[in-house]
């Protein structure tokens, strides 16, 4: 079982709807959960962070943390074709000298199509 | 202000050189990050460092790499002897400390070993 995992995609959605984006995690010590974005041929850049369970909005963006579940989600209202990218779930933690770390999922391809 | 940068930004070289990828972090920040991003292998983690000391070595390949930081500013990532599976892009992440604060990339170092 990969330590991170995100739903596969590619994953496809109309401009003004919303795209959902999930990942699952395996170490139950995790405190710490980010959503990157990544376009192409550039490096990952933070969306949203999340530490406690519940939901949590920034702008068209919210994450979703159940700690229970192990599961994080990332929702994107109104989606745009400027979402069109590789996101990256990334959990943090765990214990002793390893906290520093993030490990990633394999990421989902968004398109946002007009 | 100035975020964090990487220097070179394509690095080309011949199988069994040396290579030396340098970070400089976001100003003020104290922890510093290596990782790697390949095809295969997608975003992985390498070293981090808190200040000039390295808590978490782990993610080093081979003993061919190594990763410095001095004056808990710059770190220079080294690879010896290059091999063709070393071709990744290398990014770098800075934090403003280890413990509960996002980490946000550089542009990276595109590699490739010929």
């Known amino acids: 079982q990969k330590e991170v995992e995100q739903n596969s995609g590619p994953l496809s959605v109309p401009e003004g709807a919303i795209a959902s984006l999930n990942c699952t995690y395996s170490d139950r010590v995790s405190q710490s959960f980010f959503w990157y974005r990544q376009y192409s041929g550039k490096s990952p850049e933070l969306i949203m962070s999340i530490y406690s369970n519940g939901d949590k909005e920034d702008g068209r963006f919210t994450a979703q943390l159940n700690k229970a579940s192990q599961y994080v989600s990332l929702l994107i209202r109104d989606s745009q074709p400027s979402d069109s990218a590789t996101y990256l779930c990334?959990?943090?933690?765990?214990?002793?000298?390893?906290?520093?770390?993030?490990?990633f999922g394999q990421g989902t391809i968004l398109t946002v199509h007009p | 202000g100035a975020g964090v940068s990487q220097s070179p930004s394509n690095k080309v070289t011949e199988k069994g050189k040396d290579v030396e990828l340098r970070c400089d972090p976001i100003s003020g920040h104290t922890a510093l990050y290596w990782y790697r991003q390949s095809l295969g292998q997608g975003l992985e983690f390498l070293i981090y460092?808190?200040?000039?000391?390295?808590?978490?070595k782990s993610g080093l390949p081979s003993d061919r790499f190594s990763a410095e930081r001095t004056g808990g500013s710059v770190s220079t990532l080294t690879i010896q002897r290059t091999q063709q599976e070393d071709s990744a892009v290398y990014l770098c992440a800075s934090s403003l400390a280890v413990d509960g604060y996002e980490q946000y990339f550089g542009p990276g170092t595109r590699l490739t070993v010929t």
């Open positions: 460092f808190q200040g000039n000391s390295a808590p978490d």
């Open positions: 990334a959990v943090k933690g765990g214990g002793g000298t390893s906290y520093g770390k993030l490990t």
